[in-house]
């Protein structure tokens, strides 16, 4: 079954490096999605991308990250200079046709601060 | 602003047992999502519906509209089952695609 794939699993940066997540999407879907979650606390919209640009961003997603499909099959997440509040589980997910089509979701990156 | 709210936030049951968990939200939707998520963190796609019913196995999801409330039940529960379940919506309207989430419901089911 296809599946989201993302690396690494588990991140760990010093406060003010620059960090990049990647994600495959499934092939054939058009719209990609980066959500994150804080311990403990609820999933949490960043941003979506659909045929190369941005389509929504959430106030969260602020000048610190960007969004990038390299190619093809990746799908990235880049913050720019981390800071410890952004300690949290990072989820990509991805849709064939957007709104009224199921999300598939990858297994997270867990980014920690120190 | 959407608002996305599920009951109960935890729960704890015996095998066997019939589970439901609510989720209300605020605006109008094009699609409520059910999600599962395990203790490793990965969160997997129950259900999509934007009305009435669906079943895939010991699942069943339903939606009504005009009540902006969906629920999720689990008919024959198993340890296994243990996970947090998750509601999210799409807002209907232009634009936005992303989804809204509800904090989630924290079910354990024990032997």
């Known amino acids: 079954e296809p599946e989201v794939t993302q690396t690494p699993s588990h991140q760990v940066t010093q406060m003010g490096q620059e960090v990049i997540l990647r994600c495959v999407p499934i092939s054939n879907h058009l719209y990609f999605y980066w959500y994150r979650q804080i311990l403990g606390q609820k999933v949490e919209f960043l941003v979506s991308f659909y045929n190369n640009e941005i389509s929504e961003k959430s106030e969260i997603f602020d000048d610190q990250f960007s969004v990038e499909r390299p190619d093809g099959s990746n799908f990235t997440l880049k913050i720019r200079s981390t800071k410890l509040e952004d300690s949290a589980m990072y989820f990509c997910a991805s849709r064939d046709r957007g709104r009224h089509t199921e999300a598939f979701f990858g297994q997270g990156t867990r980014l920690t601060v120190v | 602003k959407n608002e996305v709210e599920q009951s109960p936030q935890n729960l704890t049951a015996q095998e066997g047992e019939f589970i439901t968990i609510n989720c209300s939200y605020s605006v109008g939707i094009s699609a409520l999502h059910w999600l599962q998520q395990h203790p490793g963190g990965g969160i997997v796609s129950l259900f999509m519906?934007?009305?009435g019913k669906k079943k895939h196995g010991r699942l069943i999801a339903t939606i009504n509209i005009q009540e902006k409330h969906s629920s999720l039940h689990i008919t024959a529960s198993h340890p296994r089952d243990s996970a947090v379940y998750i509601c999210?919506?799409?807002?209907?309207?232009?634009?936005?695609?992303?989804?809204?989430f509800g904090k989630g419901t924290h079910l354990i089911i024990q032997p």
């Open positions: 519906l934007s009305s």
């Open positions: 999210a919506v799409s807002v209907s309207g232009g634009g936005a695609d992303g989804l809204t």
